[in-house]
DNA sequence: CGCTGTTTTAAACTGTCGTTTGACTTTTTG
DNA sequence: CAAAAAGTCAAACGACAGTTTAAAACAGCG
């Protein structure tokens, strides 16, 4: 199996090519996905040969890791810090990862494509998925499982917890997955630049007043009752491949 | 180009190669979608030729706008009586119209492909996309729309009445857009047929204490001020192109 | 039976895409 | 400087998918 390439799943030294090669393919895999991006159009795009691909990367697979390695998630957006803060309320924590991710889904911001990567690999997974999971989507689940948690208050079981945060990524994902039919069935009912706020405000306004209905529901419940043990229960979206 | 093709965009006689043909094209499109499905299976499956279904449809989209004509929508579920009788509660409406879409979206009944190849055409429009937004999707998106305004109660403009609805959908669509990723996150996540119901619930639950809340807070806010318009105002998903 | 129109069939055609090849050029290095 | 290694390039290969073709099989009917 010792092929002429050099080093095809080591990173490799950043040659010109190399560089333009994950360059174009980021944007390529980003518009199209994997499935659907050429590498005949990466190539043209990078401004290199057809054979370029295999030479450096091994294969189309392995371009497709380099570039998930090669992108790095935007922890340095002001509204993922104000999410993070967990010194901030958590209906203002809410708000702001709303705005954060929907920002990443609609892909408003152009130089951001991971966000774009990430969905293509919800809808059509890749063999990458394992690796897109552990990276990008468990923490990020995981932090917002907790958010969620301190939304609710005491009382709510694992499962329970992990479906309303559920219904809070799905309010957003669904512009993007849907947005062909949604774009068809209402043109103005798509988030543009000028009432994207109105429509992060209405998905943190539905989801707060649903976490508030049910938190008041849970307590009045629970007011003689015993509580079940949420607190030995693990978190949710844990690793159990992980037992930490 | 007249063709040697018998009728090819007309229904034509159902004779026993052509009903194969849809039968089995109806299968495919529903689990592989337009562009994976390959003409070659479908004949297999169907017992045809490669060239049957050229000459019976024409070409590949020809036979999946037939396969579209063929599909009916399921109103014949009971959940879909209970949640389209306006005598019945709107609660017990909007829980009983999760459940059926829910049933559609997971395809736990397996002989109801229509469901499938509506995500499909949400997730990789083809050229169809007009006719199954026009024949299936606008009528029930309109549907729903009218309930969440009857939970919703008055005071609400038209897009937030149109976002509220995409709230809840967004909610069901998730599981079937992202399953994968669910799955691999944690696979107790994903709807069985034992936990479905909890699943409904929640979906339920979480979408009219969103809507009690903002209605109760529409209320208050509106106690003396003037309301918007509401009533004059079209009610959401309407056809734009059908001034009705 | 023989004719006609319809349906079926095996095979080939066309285009695309990932990949490979072998010659050529450039860079590195002893 | 010259040999070796690394990189580039045009061209082709092999697989696959949609489509077409032309001959064969079949049906109805005088």
């Known amino acids: 199996m010792s092929l002429t390439t050099p080093d095809a799943l080591a990173g490799g030294p950043l040659t010109d090519t190399r560089r333009h090669l994950l360059d174009a393919a980021t944007d390529v895999f980003a518009e199209k996905g994997f499935r659907e991006a050429t590498i005949r159009e990466i190539c043209q795009r990078a401004g290199a ?3 370029a691909v295999n030479y450096h990367f091994g294969d189309k697979e392995g ?3 380099a570039v998930l390695t090669a992108c790095r998630n935007d922890h340095r957006n002001p509204e993922s810090h104000l999410a993070m803060d967990s010194s901030v309320p958590p209906a ?4 702001a990862y709303v705005r954060w991710m929907f920002r990443r889904v609609l892909a408003l911001d152009r130089e951001f494509p991971l966000g774009q990567i990430l969905n293509r690999e919800m809808i059509e997974p890749t063999p990458a998925l394992s690796r897109v999971v552990e990276v990008h989507i468990r923490p990020e689940a995981r932090w917002l499982g907790g958010l969620m948690s301190d939304l609710l208050g005491p009382g709510f079981a694992r499962d329970e917890l992990s479906r309303a945060t559920m219904s809070v990524v799905g309010q957003i994902l669904f512009y993007k997955h849907c947005s062909s039919v949604v774009h068809f069935l209402d043109e103005t009912l798509m988030p543009r630049r000028d009432d994207f706020e109105a429509h992060v405000r209405h998905i943190t306004d539905f989801t707060l007043a649903a976490t508030a209905g049910l938190r008041a ?3 009045a419940q629970s007011g003689g009752a015993s509580a ?3 607190s030995a229960s693990p978190p949710p979206f844990c690793n159990p491949n992980t037992p930490t």
């Open 63 to 65: 371009l497709y890791e």
């Open 228 to 230: 079940p043990a949420d």
């Open 92 to 95: 203002i924590r809410l708000e």
């Open 49 to 51: 040969n057809v054979a």
């Open 217 to 219: 529901r849970r307590e």
